[in-house]
C-alpha cells in the first residue's frame, strides 16, 4: 500500500477570469520514507496539490472538485475537519517557500513548536518546552535553549527555515511536504538546509515531498520525480532516468536550462538554454497539449487533442504524442 | 523596559503642555475673563477688583508659573460660583464618568472587536453584513438619538432600566442597573469604529503566511483566530480604541446630560454655562488626563503586543 496516494485530483479555482484548473487530473503517490521531487515552472500547480493534501485552500475561490487522497486506507477528503486537524502537524506537516513570513512575528519560536508539542503529543508546558529545545538542537540552531527565547524577527532566514523544519518535524510525521524550502534563501544557506532535511530524514525515516522549480534541488536528493505543467503531470520517472532519458520535450527543456551540476551525464558543457515562450495562462490555456506553442518536437496532433499520461516501462509515464 | 521608561519620561512634558492649553483657555479667548464673567455692563472698578482678586493684572508669564505649579500640586483654584474648592468636586463627579467611561469602552470592545473577527472570518457572508450595517449605524448615529431610542425602548415601552439618574453611591445593583442604557449608549457609538478597523486588520492578518502556518500544524479554529491572528492584527485595533477614547469621552459628555447623570460631562456644562473658569479648567484638564492615561496604556500595550516593538 501507498503511504499517500493522490489519485486523480482537480482542484479548480473559480474567478471571474473564469475557471482556473490549477490540478488537473493529477495522480501519483508517495512511498513510505521515500523523496518525491516535485517538480515544474511557477505557476504549474505544486503548492496548489500540497496544499489540497493539507487542505489550506481558501475555498472559495478553490475548490477540490474531483479526486482521492488516500492516506492510512482512508480518503482525506471524505474526513472530517476534525480528522483532518488531528493528522495535521502530527502524522503530515508542511513547510513553506517563505521562512521570513512562515513563523508567527508575535511569539517565541520555542513557543511555537511547543505548542504543536502540548497539542499533538499531550505534553505538559515544560516537557514540550523541553522537547522544542531538543528540535531546536536537532536542526543545528547553536545555543538552542536560548534561541528558543528569541522571536522570529531576530533569527536570519537560514536560522528561520531550520526552525520552521523543526517545527514540522517535532511530532515525527510519516510525512513532510517541503514546498521550494529554499528558494528564498541564499546559495550557501540553500545547500546546508537541504542537507540538513535529508539528514533528519534519515534518522526518523519522513517521506519527504519535494517542491521546487529546479532540478538541481532534487537531483541528489529525491528517487522519483514528477514533472508538473499548467495542473497536469507530463512525466514521471526514477530519478536517474530522469536525468538519464528524459522523454517528455518539456522535461528535456527544464533539464538544458539547469547549470551544470555535476551530475554524470551532464558533466559535459552546454550553453545554458532557456525554455523558448512563456507558461500560459490558466485561464487561456491553448487547445490539445498546452505545451505545444513552446515545444520543440510539436506535431499536428498536438494542435488538437490534449494527450495522455501512458506507461512506457519502468515505472516510467509520459504524457505526450510523441510515446503513443 | 527602557521602552517603559523612555514611554513614561515622554509623559512629563506632555503633561506640561496639557496644562498650558488649560492655561490658554482662559487667555486666549479675547477680552477679559472679568467682562465675560461680570457681563458688558460691568463698571470699570468691579472690573478691576475682580481682576485684583484673582491675580489676573499680573503680567501673563508670572500667572502662568502660578497656574503650572498650583496645578502640579493639584490645586485647581476655587469655583467662582460655589466658592468651593474645584478639586473636591470634580473628586465628587469623577467616579459617575469613569464608571459609565469603563463600561462603555467595554461594551464597545466586546461589540466592536466580536463583530469584527466574525466578520472578517467570514467576509461577505450574511453575519458579516450584519456586522457592517450594525457599525455604520454606531458611527452614523449621534448619541442623543441612540440614546432617545434606547430610553423609549427599554426604558418606556418595556421599562427594564430606570432612565434618569446614576444612582446612589455604594448601592451597587443599583448603580449597574442605572449604568446599562446610558452604558450602550456611548459604547454603541464607539463600537462601530472600532469593529470596521478589527475587521480591515483581521482580513490583512488572515492572509498572512503565518496563518497558513498555524493551519497547517491541526491547530483549532478558534486558536488560529484568536491566538495567531488577533494578537498580530491588535495594534491597530489598540490605536483605533485609544483614539476613539475622545469620541467616547465626548459622547460621555452628552450623554451624562441625555440621561441627568451626575459626572464631569455635566458639571463642565454648568461651569461653561456658568462661565466658572476653574471649574471648566479644572475639568478640561482631569478629561485631558484621562485621554492622556489612554494613551500611555495603549503605547505600553504595543509593547507588550509586539516584541520588534519592545525591542526598538
Ligand atoms: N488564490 C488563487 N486564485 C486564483 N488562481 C490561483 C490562486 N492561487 C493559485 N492560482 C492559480 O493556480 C496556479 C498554480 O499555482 P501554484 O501556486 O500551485 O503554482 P506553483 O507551481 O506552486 O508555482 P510557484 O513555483 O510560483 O510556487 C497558478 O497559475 C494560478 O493561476
Ligand atoms: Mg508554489
New binding site residues.
Partial sequence: MHLLQIKNLKTY?Y?TDGI?K??DDVTFSLEKSETLGLV????????????SVMRL??EP??RIVNGQILFDGTDLLRRTKKDIKAILGKRISMIF?EPMTSLNPVYTIGDQIAEMLSLHEDLAKKQSWERAVDMLAKVQIPSPEKRAYEYPHQLSGGMRQRAMIAMALACNPEILIA??PT?ALDVTVQAQIIDLMMQLKNEFGTAILL?T?DLGVVAQTAERIVV?Y??KIVEEAETLAIFEDPKHPYTRGLLQSLPNIGYRSFSRRQPLHEIEGI?P???GLPQGCSFHPRCPDVMAICRQTAPKLVDIGDNHNVQCHLYP | MTYIIKRLLLFIPTLIGVITLVFLILHAIPGSPATRVLGEFATAESIAEFERRLGLDRPLIEQYIDFVTSYATGDFGESYRTGEEVIDQLALELPYTLHLVTAGMIIAIIIGVGLGIVSAIKPNSLLDNIGRIIALLGVSMPVFWSGMILIILFGLKLGWFPIIGAGDTGDVPDILHRLVLPAFTVGFLTSGVIMRMTRSSMLEVLDQDYIRTAFSKGLADTIVYLKHALKNAAIPIVTVIGLSFGGLLSGTVLTETIFARHGLGKFLVDAILWKDYPAAQGCIFVISLMFLVINLITDLIYGVLDPRIRHA
Fill in positions: 479555482f474567478t482556473g490549477a490540478v515544474g515552472e511557477s505557476g504549474c500547480g505544486k503548492s496548489v496539490t500540497a496544499l485552500l481558501k475561490p478553490a517557500q514546498d521550494e528558494t517542491i522549480h508538473m499548467t495542473g507558461v495562462s490558466l485561464y
